[in-house]
């Protein structure tokens, strides 16, 4: 059924992935920053897809700091604020492009910290970013230059809002939360959390 996206709705780009048989999911929020709706939702979910893999840069940026051993396998745009829609659907069939050693454990995660210009809880937020390559980190610390730079570089990139496409408006990247629904945060800056992060979830082969 068509729908329409009003001017401060927000939008949730999942990146998912298997590795190892493990289902991986990495989470961004964007609003839609505007003075009038956009009538054609579904098709406004394509091109911020487009937009992603392409003058946005994100995704490629995304791969480059995951091992080989990843393969994405969907990217999903769904408005989920203030009405949730039905989410865009993108099949994939990329490897992550790491190539300087491989990924053997799934549960490892490396953390980007995401911050506002506002203080107190859901202010802040984090990305966590999975197939964290071996040579990366020791003892638990992210310890090589090259991994760092490619998080700075995908960190740059999450922070720049994306234009809409054939119009005005864009989509400002926002820290957003289900539980503080009506008060998102724009990102002002992001740091490569210095420690790895063991993943775990109760659900069966999602995640760990």
Known sequence: MPYSIPVGSIVEVSYRSLIFQQQMMTILHYRYDNTVPIIDGDGAMADLVTALDGVSTITDNYLALL??????KELRCQVVYPTRQYYHSDARSSNGTWSTGPCTAQNVSA????QSSHAGR???GTIHLPAVPDNAYAAGAMGV?????AAA????ALQIPILIAGGPGQWTPVIWSPRKPTSPSEIVGMRLNPWVRTMRRRTVGLGI
């Open 145 to 149: 230059s090259g991994y760092a730079a």
């Open 153 to 156: 570089t995908f960190a740059t």
């Open 122 to 124: 859901g202010r802040s």
């Open 111 to 114: 953390v980007l910290v995401k």
């Open 67 to 72: 091992a080989p051993q990843l393969s994405l």
